[in-house]
């Protein structure tokens, strides 16, 4: 017996297991457009603090503190100068950060989305 033959007279359940389909679908191309931008942003972040840690021994904290603060900003993301650590061994250059990103879906659910950044890079010497 086929799946057909036995759906027969019963034409109203495969138009629901289409539209729950449909709607399943476009939830979660909802939570994509929601969250994706959030992991771009923190990406796009983590590589300007790589950037900057590579740079450090041409700049001062406060330069790299102020740079890193308007790139985050540009892209959405909160932070204050304070929000960001950033240490100088004799060695290497350290650069931290933590923030938060609350997401509201559908206007009823929130979610914090929690991310850390944390570079570490060599400090590179001027021969």
Same mark, same amino acid.
């Given at each position: 017996?086929?799946?057909?033959?036995?759906?027969?007279?019963?034409?109203g359940?495969?138009?629901?297991k289409?539209?729950?389909?449909?709607?399943v679908?476009?939830l979660?191309?909802?939570?994509g !457009?929601?969250?994706i931008?959030l992991? =771009?942003?923190?990406?796009?972040? &983590?590589?300007e /603090? #790589?950037?900057?840690?590579?740079?450090?021994?041409?700049?001062?904290?406060?330069?790299?503190n102020?740079?890193?603060?308007?790139r985050?900003?540009?892209?959405? !993301?909160?932070?204050?100068?304070?929000? =960001?650590?950033?240490?100088?061994? &004799?060695?290497d /250059? #350290?650069?931290?950060?933590?923030?938060?990103?609350?997401?509201?879906?559908?206007?009823?659910?929130?979610?914090?989305?929690a991310?850390?950044?944390d570079?570490?890079?060599?400090?590179?010497?001027?021969?």
């Amino acid at each position: 017996m086929k799946y057909t033959e036995i759906l027969k007279g019963r034409k109203g359940f495969i138009k629901f297991k289409t539209l729950f389909t449909l709607l399943v679908l476009a939830l979660l191309v909802y939570a994509g !457009i929601e969250v994706i931008p959030l992991y =771009i942003g923190n990406y796009m972040l &983590e590589q300007e /603090v #790589s950037s900057a840690a590579e740079m450090a021994m041409h700049k001062s904290d406060a330069d790299i503190n102020k740079r890193l603060v308007e790139r985050a900003n540009s892209w959405g !993301i909160t932070l204050k100068e304070g929000d =960001i650590k950033i240490e100088r061994g &004799e060695y290497d /250059v #350290s650069i931290y950060t933590a923030y938060d990103i609350e997401v509201n879906f559908l206007g009823q659910y929130k979610k914090k989305f929690a991310f850390d950044i944390d570079v570490v890079k060599p400090i590179q010497k001027v021969e």
